[in-house]
């Protein structure tokens, strides 16, 4: 199993397009806010928070404050 760690940082207000990817991802917001929409239905998450989202979720990000994100995109070798 292989990570892929990217920082996101987020302007106040900006909204990142709806995107999914095929592996799971997590999501840990290290300063700021964001409002995540996935499932049909949006959670903030603040500071210190935590969230994972299996693969293949379609969701959305929006800052209401000037955020930074550690997006974690959990890759799987295919087996051969």
Known sequence: MQHHA????????????????RQPIT????KGAIDVTA???CKTMRTGDFMYL???VP???????????LV???LQ???T
Do not use: N, W
């Open 54 to 56: 299996a693969g293949k």
């Open 72 to 74: 974690t995109i959990i």
């Open 6 to 21: 990217q920082h996101s940082p987020i302007a106040l207000h900006e909204v990142a397009q709806p995107f999914g990817y």
């Open 39 to 41: 499932h049909g239905s």
């Open 59 to 69: 969701h959305m990000l929006r800052a209401t404050k000037d955020a930074s994100v």
């Open 77 to 79: 070798k295919l087996s």
């Open 27 to 30: 999501m840990h917001c290290l």
